[in-house]
Structure formats: structure tokens, C-alpha cells
């Protein structure tokens, strides 16, 4: 199917209106298509079902084949997925952040659902916002997904129905599966505030913004763990009190295996209710020791699940980050429970957990109630466990699997579930020790064996930042990247004020030891990341927004994620947002197996953290990402082919590298290896030295420079080559002018000349290039002028740098050696910027290239064996290394090669 080219644009509508509106209901002979488009505009201004319904399911069916291109899409970048690399190329390599891109809605204070108004469809007005109210209903029809989530509300009792628009609340990969899943048919809800607008096509109906607005009254994990029995509008819940914890447990795997991963909760937690209140021993007794202690214990954590599922859960409609399709109830591991119960009845019956003293002789059918009620309670405990850790929300996976422990310590199912809950946490330690006692019950376990495998790695990575790249690189980045746990190397943030002045509330990350250049910082995967194949990310000047909706999935990945993960939230809020009351977080909230990852400290962490975790609200999130976010772009590999393929863009947040200061004179570098981000020293440095990367082009004059760091984020760069910079303006002005004069007439008509390829280059190609070399003399001539006899050769690097890409682009307007008659001459230039490059940029492909670039020049004049060669190869070598860290020379050989391989492609 042929993808409208408008197709992003289009909001919530249809395309084609009065055709396909004749198509669907087809009135008589003489009426034309208007006439349709009218009948179905008055349908949705009458909220009448049937017509309504209809146009859904059109639009629906209409999109399916796009969507299906769409989910084949996801799955293909899912693949993709983690294949972005160190860029290169010019103006590559770059550290971009994202700082004006975000979608305006205006910022409101969240209305509790307690304090809004019903109100009626009959009383919408259009074209407002219906503050202090509430609109009550169901949503009707499966749901789908074009720029908006779209499905139909049924209003409670008057069978009238409105179409919906729920904006922001599921990533743009989305398939149509994840949208029905997050959106399921049948849902009760309740849409605070509602807004009714006539859309694009005429047509009314309700538009959402803020998906917290709309809050699920049946589904939600908070009904069931809440226990609470109504809805705000006082409907009863269906919550099928008749059955059995048997029966309910059933209705939450099979909710569960639909996807509907908060239905399950809310069935295990009633399932867990009605096994507890069943057993007649456990209600008696009041002991600590043995199996009454683990009740005790059981009922203290149960506690603790259901209260953490609390907290704004009643709007909680939103799921983490997709996950793998699993079923609940798979027995394929071993279960031990049967056995175990039985042992421990016997224990019972032989009285040693019960005293016989305190509670009436158990009859036969009481003790074999107890056995069977705690046997529901362990499948409904791990079940729960699995649907928590599928939700992201690997505290409560905890308590369940230590619940279903407490039962059974022989569980390997919930000993699994622990392990991977303690991964996910990064509580390496824990989770090697919950898999290896798995692992011992059941020896051949795959699956475990698996898990036990990558937390080893991921232990031995955090604790020690060893990281096995050779054969990721050494295949030129063919094959998935390995996995690269966070590492908080010698690095921590600490207060910069003294630095970036008093009350800037600024800080940074600085060294806490003396580190050599290539050595590693720090890994840090991120928080959430959008990503597109192939389209470059800009920003729309008009609109503000930016050319895809790369900026709006970040948002509300980081939203859903906040809202289920504390750890999250207290990052996301320890982040930089523009306020000046930025305070210095404690490490523990970075690294990697701290008090802060273990689930039980962490719900008690607002006194150490100072400020108590508010719910996360989609406003300040986007001010994170206006000043966080890092933008990535590289080429995934095709096919094995090295550099070849699809280009990639991505942002995301990656919140220990948030804290890393702009400079024109950077000391590290940052390399992706999949989504971890690595970041190595490129120089030597000092304890205490802050560490820092550019945000922007920074081989470009002080103006330029100047001009990027104010409009993207406000601050004027004083590091001591702008200062340098600014005592020679008058003398350098010139020449800044006319780069600016080049970078707006000769860039374009060369990327213009060279779009063919360059092979195919114009003729005008020669002839703007070599303006560039023109440029490139006059620095040179300038630089050994009197005038600037007085700098060293340092500071003439800084300024010579300014203008480098005058002397690269240049370069290509030399004919190479041995045609050039003065090769010296090319080899002069090249070496100079290359030396500049060294100095200013370590860290950075430009650099690597044009150390490449000499080499190859140095090779063409001797030989490879030519001593000249061997001091070449070797300043190659040392400036990968700043890039990818100490690795091996055969490895960085590697890199180089694919470096040059992309070089000779381009
Ligand atoms: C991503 S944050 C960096 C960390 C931030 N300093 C903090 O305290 O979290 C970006 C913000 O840091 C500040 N910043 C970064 N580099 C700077 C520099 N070279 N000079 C002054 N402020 C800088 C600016 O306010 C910028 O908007």
C-alpha cells in the first residue's frame, strides 16, 4: 500500500473523506460523496453509535495494511536496534543535543479524580475544555494508532458514543498489537477534563493530550490491589467475586496471556485475597517461627506490593516499555510446590509450626483447605511476580517472588523471577545468587543458565568496567553489540558553582582520580530512546517541532517509565531542567548495585535524597529532554556489509552523561555501543578535572560557537580557547566573515555537486573547494604573521581549528600525490589541521580521518615499512584510542580500517 507522503501530518480523521464516506454508506444514486461526508458529520455531532462505529472501523481497515507496513517496520528496527555507532564523517562525531524540540501543551496541574464534576456528551460544549469535569464511559471498539491513539467512548447508559483522540500515550513503533493492549475494548474509563474540538474532517469528538487524563476504573492494577470495590462514578466493578482463587488466578493468566497485564494483576492480587482469607490455620495463628512466620512476612510484604501499586495508580493506564510474550502459568521449569506443601503440611500436622495449644485441632479438610490454598497462593504470588517484572515494575516482582519464596523456598520459577527482577534493578550480586539456587534445583535450565550468564558479565562489567568489544569491533560491528551494564567509573557530579558562577545552581562531572586518555569514565544505557531509520531529525522552525516524532515518543517512553520505576523518577528528577535550584545528587542514585537499586531502601529513600518523589508530570518531563537529551546519528550495518546501510538517528537521555559540561576544548569522548553509552578520557587528566564533551560543532569560529551555545542552551562557553579567541576577534574577523560567507554559498553547491556521489562531482566543485583551500592559506599566512608571534603553537591550534574544516574541504580541491606535483604541499596542510585537530578534538572521527588521511599520504611518499609511516600509523592509533578506549592494536587497526573503508564509500 502507498504510504501518504502527509501522512504524519494528518491528524485525526479521514483521508479521502467524501469518497470513501460514499463508499461506506452508499446513499442513493443522485447524492454525491459530500452528501456522505455530511451524514457522518452529523452522526458525530449526534453521538449516534452505529454511523460512528462504522467510519471507525473503515478508518481502521483502511490503516491496517499501513500499520501492518508500520509493525514490519518496528520489527525491522527492533533488529536494527542498538547498531548505531561512533559517527563519522565531517560534522559528524558531534555531540548534538535536542533543545528546542518539543511539542507545546500548555502546562496544568494534574485535577484528582475525587474532585472532578460528571458531566454528559449532551453538555460538551466544542472548542473547550471542560475543566472541573469528568466524562465517564467505555471504550467501545478496538483501538488504533495514527499520529493519535483512536478509539470510540460509549457513554455510560445512553448508549451515545464520541470518537477519542489520546495523544502522547504509546511510543511511535507502537505496534497495533500494543496499542489494543494498552487500550484494550471494553475498558471502563473516566476522562478528566475533557476536551471536544471538531477535528481536521469535520467531524467532533474528544482529544486527550495528557494520557494520565485518562485513568482506567476497571483494568488497573490500583482497583484490584486497592481493593476497592466501585468505581468514581459508583458502577460496580466486575470483578467476579464469585469465583474461587483458583478460578481468579485462571482469569489473570488468561488476562495476562492477552496482554492485558493489569487485568492480571488485579486477578492474582484477588486471587491472593481470597487464598489468604481461606486459610483457616493461617488466620489463627500468630507465631513468627516457621511457616506462620512466613504468612506474617507474606502479609507485611503483601502490604507493601499493594501500597507501592497505589500511588496515582488510578490513573496508572499506561504500560512500561513492551515485553516479550510469555505465558504466566508455563510450567515448563520445575515446580516444586506440590512436594514442598505437602512436606510442609506434615510439618504442620506434626506440630511444629502449629501450637496446638492456641488453635482448635485442624480436621483433615482444614489442613487439606490450607494445602491447596497455599498452593494457589504460590502460582498467584510468582504469576503476579512475572506480570510486575513485564510492567516494569521490578520492586513489586521482588516482593512477589520473595512472597512466593516464603512459601516455598524451592520455588524455581520465583527464584528466577527474583534473579531477573534483581538484573533488571541492577543488583548484579543478588541476581547471581537467586540464579545459581535456581540453577542447583534445576540443573539444565536454559533459560537460567542464560540469565546467570549475562548477570555474571553484568556484574563483572559495573563492578569492574571490563567490557569484551574486540570481536564486535574486529567483525566490523556486524552481529548484535554486546551488552554493556551501566559502570560509574572515577568519575562523580559535584556542585560547579565556583566555576560556572555563584547561584547557577550549575554542576558537572569531574574526575575522582588521575586518569590517562583512552581510559573508560563511565557506561550508562539509557533511560528511554527514539529512534528513525534513515530521516534526519530537525527541527521545524515554524512549528517548533521536530520533522517526526522522534522528541513526543522520548517524552512519553520517559513518562510511562517514571511512572513505574522509582529509581526513574528520582533520576529524571535530579536532572538539569533551566531552574537554578539545582542540588548535588547523591552517586548512589547512578551506580549500579547501591542501596538505591534495592527495592525495599529505595521506597524509604525520599529522607536520604531530601525531597520526596512526586508523580512524574509530562510538562517537566519535556523540559528534561529540552536540556538532556543526547541525539545520536551513525550507520546501522546492512547485511553484515561494515558501514553500509541505513543511516540512523536516535535521542534519548542517558542520565549520568547529563551531567557533562559543554567545552570547545573537550577531554573525552563518547562511543555508542548499542544504546550504552561509553565515555573515555581523550586526554590525561588530572584528579578533580571536570570532565567535559562539546554540545555542538565546535570546529567552527567563536561567533558560530558562541551563537549555538546561547540559542540551544543558554550559556556563553568561557573555556580558554573562546577566551583566546575573544582577545583576537579583530584580528580573526575577516576571515570568520568569510567563512561564513562559504559555509552558506559553497557548502550548499558542493553538497549539490557532489550529490551523485564523488566520482560525479560538477565542475563547480573544483572551484569551491579550492575557495576553501584559499581560506585555509590565509589562516596560515596570518598565523605566522608578527602579529600572532607571541602565540604558542597550542594556541595557534585552537585558532586554527576554527577554520578547519577550510583546510579538509580544501584538501580535496589538491589533486593527491604523486599527480600533485607539490605534494609536500598537501601533505603540509593536512598535517597542520591534522595537528590542530589532535590538540583541540582529540576524541572525535574528523580527527581519526584526517590522521587517516595522512597516513595514507605518508604511505603513497614511502613505504609502509618507512619509519615516517610507523610515527604516523601510531598518532592514528592514539587518537582511536581516544575515541574507543584502550583496546587492543589489532582492534583499533580494525576501527581505523572501517573508518577508511566509510571514507572511500562516502
Ligand atoms: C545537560 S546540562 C549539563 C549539566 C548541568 N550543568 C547540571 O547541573 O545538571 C546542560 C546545561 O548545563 C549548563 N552548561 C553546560 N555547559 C556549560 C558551559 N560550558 N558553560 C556554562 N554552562 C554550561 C547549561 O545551563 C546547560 O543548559
Known sequence: M?????????????????????????????????????????????????????????????????????????AKKEKLRGSIKCSQGPGKGVLLRLRESVVEIPPRPPAPLGTLRPIKLSELHLDRQHYGRVLYGTFCVKA???????????????????????????????????????????????????????????????????????????????????????????????????????????????????????????????????????????????????????????????????????????????????????????????????????????????????????????????????????????????????AWLRMNKYEEAVIDAENALQIDQAHVKSMFRRGKASHCLQQYSKAIQCLQSALQLSPHDADVEKALKEAITADLQSRLGVYNLSSYYLSNFSG????????????????????????????????????????????????????????????????????????????????????????????????????????????????PGSIFNSPKSFKNSTNILGTAPAQPDITSIRN???????????????????????????????????????????????????????????????????????????????????????????????????????TLQSEIQHMTDKYSQLEEEAIPAIHQETKGGFAKKGDGFLRNTSQFLGLASEVEALLSTRKFSHLTTQKKNWVRASYAISYIVGNSSMPAFPQNSDGAAKFRFLSAVLDSLAEVFPGNSQTLITAIMVMEEVRKQHTMKSKAFKVAEEKALGICRCIYGNQKVPVLRSLMNSMQEGILEA
Open 2 to 74: 502507498e504510504i501518504p507522503s502527509d501522512f504524519d501530518n494528518l491528524m485525526v480523521g479521514l483521508m479521502e473523506l467524501p469518497n470513501l464516506y460514499k463508499a461506506l454508506f452508499p446513499v442513493n444514486e443522485n447524492s454525491n460523496a459530500h452528501v456522505a461526508a455530511e451524514l457522518v458529520i452529523k452522526a458525530s455531532e449526534n453521538f449516534k453509535k452505529e454511523e460512528i462505529l462504522a467510519a471507525h472501523q473503515s478508518d481502521m481497515s483502511k490503516f491496517t495494511s499501513w500499520l501492518d507496513y508500520v509493525d514490519s517496520a518496528t
Open 144 to 386: 488504533f494508532k495514527m499520529t493519535a491513539v483512536l478509539t470510540l467512548l460509549e457513554e455510560a447508559n445512553t448508549g451515545k458514543v464520541v470518537k477519542l483522540a489520546i495523544y502522547n500515550a504509546v511510543a511511535s513503533t507502537a505496534t497495533l498489537g500494543e496499542v489494543q493492549a494498552q487500550f484494550p475494548q471494553g475498558s471502563r474509563v473516566a476522562i478528566k477534563e475533557p476536551y471536544f474540538k471538531r477535528y481536521k474532517d469535520q467531524t467532533v469528538g474528544l482529544r486527550v493530550n495528557n494520557p494520565g487524563d485518562v485513568v482506567f476504573l476497571e483494568s488497573s492494577a490500583s482497583a484490584g490491589a486497592s481493593g476497592d470495590d466501585k468505581h468514581c462514578d459508583g458502577t460496580e466493578f466486575d470483578d467476579k467475586t464469585d469465583l474461587d482463587y483458583d478460578q481468579l488466578r485462571l482469569e489473570g493468566n488468561r488476562a495476562f496471556n492477552s496482554g492485558d497485564l493489569r487485568a492480571a494483576v488485579k486477578f492474582y492480587t484477588k486471587s491472593i485475597d481470597k487464598a489468604l482469607s481461606c486459610s483457616k490455620s493461617w488466620k489463627l495463628e500468630s507465631s513468627t517461627s516457621g511457616l506462620q512466620g512466613a504468612v506474617a512476612k507474606i502479609q507485611a510484604n503483601e502490604k507493601k506490593a499493594t501500597s507501592s501499586a497505589t500511588p496515582g495508580s488510578k490513573s496508572d493506564n499506561l504500560n512500561g516499555p513492551k515485553s516479550t510474550s510469555n505465558n504466566a502459568d508455563n510450567q515448563k521449569r520445575k515446580s516444586p510446590s506440590k512436594k514442598s506443601s505437602k512436606k510442609r503440611s506434615k510439618q504442620r500436622r506434626g506440630g511444629c509450626d502449629r501450637d496446638q495449644s492456641q488453635t482448635p485441632m485442624s480436621t483433615k479438610a482444614d489442613v487439606k483447605a490450607d494445602l491447596k490454598a497455599e498452593a494457589a497462593l504460590l502460582a498467584a504470588y510468582s504469576n503476579r511476580s512475572e
Open 480 to 591: 548484535s553489540p554486546p551488552k554493556c551494564a551501566d559502570y560509574s567509573g572515577p568519575v562523580k557530579v559535584q556542585m560547579l558553582e565556583s566555576k560556572y558562577g555563584a547561584g547557577s545552581g550549575q554542576r558537572g562531572l569531574v574526575t575522582t582520580t588521575s586518569v590517562r586518555a583512552g581510559d573508560l569514565l563511565l557506561v550508562s544505557n539509557p533511560l528511554a530512546i527514539a529512534r528513525s531509520e534513515g530521516v534526519e531529525f530537525h527541527l521545524i522552525p515554524e512549528t517548533r517541532r521536530m520533522n517526526d516524532a522522534s522528541q513526543e515518543d522520548l517524552v512519553t517512553q520517559l513518562y510511562n517509565f517514571a511512572r513505574v520505576a522509582p529509581r526513574a523518577l528520582h533520576q529524571l528528577q535530579s536532572l538539569y531542567n533551566g531552574s537554578k535550584n539545582c542540588s548535588q545528587p547523591s552517586m548512589d542514585l547512578f551506580v
Open 624 to 726: 528534561v529532554v529540552q536540556w538532556n537529551a543526547f541525539d545520536e546519528q551513525g550507520f546501522t550495518t546492512g547485511g553484515g556489509s561494515g558501514r553500509k546501510g541505513l543511516r540512523s538517528f536516535c535521542s534519548g537521555i542517558w542520565v549520568l552523561p547529563s551531567f557533562i559540561n559543554h567545552s570547545c576544548l573537550p577531554n573525552a569522548s563518547r562511543v555508542h555501543v548499542g544504546d550504552a553509552m561509553m565515555i573515555y578520557a581523550s586526554r590525561d587528566l588530572e584528579a578533580g578535572e571536570e570532565v567535559c564533551l562539546p554540545y555542538f560543532d565546535i570546529l567552527s569560529p567563536l561567533p558560530q560557537r558562541r551563537e549555538k551555545g546561547l540559542a540551544g542552551w543558554g550559556f556563553t562557553c568561557k573555556c580558554p580557547r573562546c577566551k583566546l579567541e575573544e
